[in-house]
């Protein structure tokens, strides 16, 4: 059994500054790549940014030089949101790729954390 949960969604000013966390908890063995997503409403849930174990990342082209993706060794990944605009208003998913202690693999993804940028 394994749990992600996502926290650090909420309302903020354009220009504003937010920070995501997502924990995981559960039979975990190993974790190897850790991302975010997004899902604005109305439009498909697209790639924001991800990281993997080996510390390389990557970014959509719209969060590039605002948004940084970080993990520590306990489980946890991070989304730093700066400069925040409307557009980035959509429900944030964390998703990882997990071999839980019974050597099973799949990804897993948490219930979503609600981000609203106002201008």
């Known amino acids: 059994q394994v749990q992600l949960v996502e926290s650090g969604g909420g309302l903020v000013q354009a220009g504003g500054s937010l920070r995501l966390s997502c924990v995981a908890s559960?039979?975990?063995?190993?974790?190897?790549?850790m991302g975010w997503y997004r899902q604005a409403p109305g439009k498909q849930r697209e790639l924001v940014a991800d990281?993997?174990?080996?510390?390389?990342s990557n970014y959509a082209d719209s969060v590039k030089g605002r948004f940084t993706i970080s993990r520590d060794n306990g489980g946890t990944v991070y989304l730093q949101m700066n400069s925040l605009k409307p557009e980035d208003t959509g429900v944030y998913y964390c998703?990882?790729?997990?071999?839980?202690?019974?050597?099973?693999?799949?990804?897993?993804w948490g219930k979503g954390t609600l981000v609203t940028v106002s201008s």
């Open positions: 559960g039979n975990i063995f190993s974790i190897n790549a």
């Open positions: 990281i993997h174990s080996g510390g390389n």
């Open positions: 998703s990882m790729g997990v071999t839980t202690r019974d050597y099973f693999q799949m990804d897993y």
